[in-house]
T-cell receptor
C-alpha cells in the first residue's frame, strides 16, 4: 500500500518570508506523480503544483517550488514571499497509474502572520 | 463545465438515520473518487470507480457504508445507519484517468455531515 506522511500538523510564517512544508511517501513503484493541494477555509481543494517522478528537475509554479528527492522519497513544498492568502491546509498527494488513485497525507495547517 | 457538483453542502441528521450524499462528476471523466476528511486522518480514500465500475472499496470503513454509480454522470454514497463518528467532510472527485502530463484530481465542494 502507498502511504503519504506529513509530519508537521501546523506551521506559521511571517508575511513575505519563506516556509517549507515536508512530505514523505512510501512506494515500491517507479512511475508515479506527486501533488500539493491547498485547501483554504472555503473548503475548496486547489492544485498548487505537481511533479512527475521520472523528471529530475524540480517543479516550480510562481512562488511555489518543490524539492523532490526520489531516493529519499521526499517531496517538500517551498512557498516564497508568503502572502496572507496562502493561509490554508496543505495536502501532499501521491498518484500512481494506471488506476490513478490518489493518496493524501493528513495535511499541514499553514498560517501566514501579518 | 460546472466542475464536480456535490449535494447537499451541509447535512445534519440524527444517529440511526440514513444519509445519502450525491455527486455529479465532470463530463468525460472516467474516474470518480469518494474521500472522507477528518482532523485526525486527513483525506481518506473510501472508494473509487472507473467507467462506473467500483474498482477498490477497501477504504470503506464498514458495511454501513455503500456507494453506487448507476451512470457516468451520477454517484451516491450512503450511510445506513449513521453514527456520530461518521461526522466529517465527504468529498467527491473525478479525473480523466489518463497518463497525461496535466492529469489531476478535480474536487467537489464537499458535504459537511454532522450526525447528532
Amino acid at each position: 500500500a502507498q502511504t503519504v506522511t506529513q509530519s508537521q500538523p501546523e506551521m506559521s510564517v511571517q508575511e513575505a518570508e519563506t516556509v517549507t512544508l515536508s512530505c514523505t511517501y512510501d512506494t515500491s513503484e517507479n512511475n508515479y506523480y506527486l501533488f500539493w493541494y491547498k485547501q483554504p477555509p472555503s473548503r475548496q481543494m486547489i492544485l498548487v503544483i505537481r511533479q512527475e517522478a521520472y523528471k529530475q528537475q524540480n517543479a516550480t509554479e510562481n512562488r511555489f517550488s518543490v524539492n523532490f528527492q526520489k531516493a529519499a522519497k521526499s517531496f517538500s513544498l517551498k512557498i516564497s514571499d508568503s502572502q496572507l492568502g496562502d493561509t490554508a491546509m496543505y495536502f501532499c498527494a501521491f498518484m500512481m497509474p494506471p488506476g490513478n488513485q490518489f493518496y493524501f497525507g493528513t495535511g499541514t495547517s499553514l498560517t501566514v502572520i501579518p | 463545465d460546472a466542475g464536480v457538483i456535490q449535494s447537499p453542502r451541509h447535512e445534519v441528521t440524527e444517529m440511526g438515520q440514513e444519509v445519502t450524499l450525491r455527486c455529479k462528476p465532470i463530463s468525460g471523466h472516467d474516474y470518480l473518487f469518494w474521500y472522507r476528511q477528518t482532523m485526525m486522518r486527513g483525506l481518506e480514500l473510501l472508494i473509487y470507480f472507473n467507467n462506473n465500475v467500483p474498482i477498490d472499496d477497501s477504504g470503506m470503513p464498514e458495511d454501513r457504508f455503500s456507494a453506487k454509480m448507476p451512470n457516468a454522470s451520477f454517484s451516491t454514497l450512503k450511510i445506513q445507519p449513521s453514527e456520530p463518528r461518521d461526522s466529517a467532510v465527504y468529498f467527491c472527485a473525478s479525473s480523466l484517468g489518463r497518463p497525461e502530463p496535466n492529469e489531476k484530481l478535480f474536487f467537489g465542494s464537499g458535504t459537511q455531515l454532522s450526525v447528532l
